[in-house]
Nanobody
Framework: QVQLVESGGGLVQAGDSLTLSCVASGGAFSTYAIGWFRQAPGKEREFVAA??????????SDSDSVKDRFAITRDNAKRTVYLRINSLKPEDTAVYYC???????????????WGQGTQVTVSS
Protein backbone atom coordinates (compact mmCIF):
# COMPACT_ATOMS: atom_id res chain seq x y z
CA GLN A 1 0.00 0.00 0.00
CA VAL A 2 1.25 3.44 -0.86
CA GLN A 3 1.22 6.14 1.81
CA LEU A 4 0.86 9.76 0.72
CA VAL A 5 1.97 12.92 2.48
CA GLU A 6 1.07 16.39 1.25
CA SER A 7 3.13 19.53 1.87
CA GLY A 8 3.67 23.00 0.52
CA GLY A 9 0.59 24.74 1.85
CA GLY A 10 0.63 27.96 3.80
CA LEU A 11 -0.65 31.50 4.00
CA VAL A 12 -0.28 33.37 0.72
CA GLN A 13 -1.52 36.56 -0.88
CA ALA A 14 -4.09 36.69 -3.64
CA GLY A 15 -2.31 36.60 -6.99
CA ASP A 16 0.59 34.51 -5.69
CA SER A 17 1.52 31.07 -6.96
CA LEU A 18 2.08 27.94 -4.93
CA THR A 19 3.27 24.41 -5.60
CA LEU A 20 1.96 21.58 -3.45
CA SER A 21 3.75 18.27 -3.20
CA CYS A 22 2.41 14.78 -2.62
CA VAL A 23 5.18 12.38 -1.65
CA ALA A 24 4.64 8.63 -1.63
CA SER A 25 6.26 5.96 0.46
CA GLY A 26 5.77 2.23 0.25
CA GLY A 27 3.91 0.49 -2.54
CA ALA A 28 4.50 0.74 -6.26
CA PHE A 29 3.97 4.47 -6.74
CA SER A 30 4.43 4.44 -10.50
CA THR A 31 1.49 2.06 -10.93
CA TYR A 32 -1.02 4.52 -9.45
CA ALA A 33 -2.86 7.45 -10.88
CA ILE A 34 -2.77 10.31 -8.37
CA GLY A 35 -5.44 12.89 -7.79
CA TRP A 36 -5.66 16.18 -5.95
CA PHE A 37 -8.80 17.22 -4.13
CA ARG A 38 -9.68 20.14 -1.89
CA GLN A 39 -12.15 20.87 0.86
CA ALA A 40 -13.05 24.42 1.76
CA PRO A 41 -14.56 25.27 5.15
CA GLY A 42 -18.17 24.20 5.28
CA LYS A 43 -18.06 22.62 1.83
CA GLU A 44 -17.78 19.13 0.44
CA ARG A 45 -14.50 17.77 -0.80
CA GLU A 46 -14.12 18.36 -4.53
CA PHE A 47 -11.96 17.02 -7.30
CA VAL A 48 -9.23 19.32 -8.63
CA ALA A 49 -6.90 17.37 -10.92
CA ALA A 50 -5.49 13.92 -11.59
CA UNK A 51 -2.54 12.46 -13.44
CA UNK A 52 -2.04 9.01 -14.85
CA UNK A 53 0.82 6.73 -13.90
CA UNK A 54 2.95 7.83 -16.84
CA UNK A 55 2.07 11.54 -16.59
CA UNK A 56 -0.25 11.48 -19.59
CA UNK A 57 -3.12 11.97 -19.69
CA UNK A 58 -4.08 14.46 -17.05
CA UNK A 59 -7.57 15.64 -16.20
CA UNK A 60 -8.82 18.76 -14.46
CA SER A 61 -12.02 19.90 -12.88
CA ASP A 62 -14.30 21.75 -15.29
CA SER A 63 -15.03 24.26 -12.58
CA ASP A 64 -14.33 27.84 -13.62
CA SER A 65 -12.54 28.27 -10.31
CA VAL A 66 -9.95 25.64 -11.30
CA LYS A 67 -9.71 25.75 -15.05
CA ASP A 68 -6.49 27.21 -16.51
CA ARG A 69 -4.87 28.02 -13.17
CA PHE A 70 -3.89 24.57 -11.93
CA ALA A 71 -1.21 22.26 -13.28
CA ILE A 72 -0.52 18.71 -12.12
CA THR A 73 2.77 16.97 -12.81
CA ARG A 74 4.64 13.99 -11.41
CA ASP A 75 8.18 12.72 -11.03
CA ASN A 76 8.12 8.97 -10.53
CA ALA A 77 11.83 8.88 -9.71
CA LYS A 78 11.09 11.18 -6.75
CA ARG A 79 7.78 9.45 -5.98
CA THR A 80 6.15 12.86 -6.01
CA VAL A 81 3.15 14.51 -7.62
CA TYR A 82 2.96 18.29 -7.75
CA LEU A 83 0.05 20.69 -7.99
CA ARG A 84 0.93 24.14 -9.18
CA ILE A 85 -1.66 26.82 -8.48
CA ASN A 86 -1.30 30.17 -10.22
CA SER A 87 -3.10 33.45 -9.57
CA LEU A 88 -4.37 32.28 -6.20
CA LYS A 89 -7.75 33.59 -5.10
CA PRO A 90 -9.32 33.73 -1.62
CA GLU A 91 -11.79 31.07 -2.78
CA ASP A 92 -8.85 28.69 -3.22
CA THR A 93 -8.60 28.56 0.57
CA ALA A 94 -9.01 24.91 1.49
CA VAL A 95 -7.30 21.80 2.73
CA TYR A 96 -5.72 20.09 -0.26
CA TYR A 97 -5.50 16.30 -0.33
CA CYS A 98 -3.87 13.80 -2.63
CA UNK A 99 -5.01 10.23 -3.13
CA UNK A 100 -4.24 7.21 -5.30
CA UNK A 101 -6.35 5.32 -7.80
CA UNK A 102 -5.83 2.37 -10.11
CA UNK A 103 -6.71 4.45 -13.15
CA UNK A 104 -7.06 8.13 -13.92
CA UNK A 105 -10.53 9.37 -13.11
CA UNK A 106 -12.38 12.30 -11.56
CA UNK A 107 -14.52 10.02 -9.40
CA UNK A 108 -13.61 10.54 -5.75
CA UNK A 109 -14.89 7.11 -4.77
CA UNK A 110 -12.21 5.50 -6.94
CA UNK A 111 -9.44 7.02 -4.82
CA UNK A 112 -7.91 5.68 -1.64
CA UNK A 113 -4.75 5.97 0.43
CA TRP A 114 -5.61 9.57 1.26
CA GLY A 115 -3.00 11.86 2.72
CA GLN A 116 -3.65 14.03 5.75
CA GLY A 117 -3.94 17.20 3.70
CA THR A 118 -2.14 20.52 3.58
CA GLN A 119 -3.83 23.82 4.37
CA VAL A 120 -3.77 26.62 1.82
CA THR A 121 -5.02 30.00 2.98
CA VAL A 122 -5.25 32.87 0.54
CA SER A 123 -5.63 36.38 1.90
CA SER A 124 -7.12 39.17 -0.17
Amino acid sequence: QVQLVESGGGLVQAGDSLTLSCVASGGAFSTYAIGWFRQAPGKEREFVAAISRNSSPTTYSDSDSVKDRFAITRDNAKRTVYLRINSLKPEDTAVYYCAAAAHITQEMRAFGNWGQGTQVTVSS
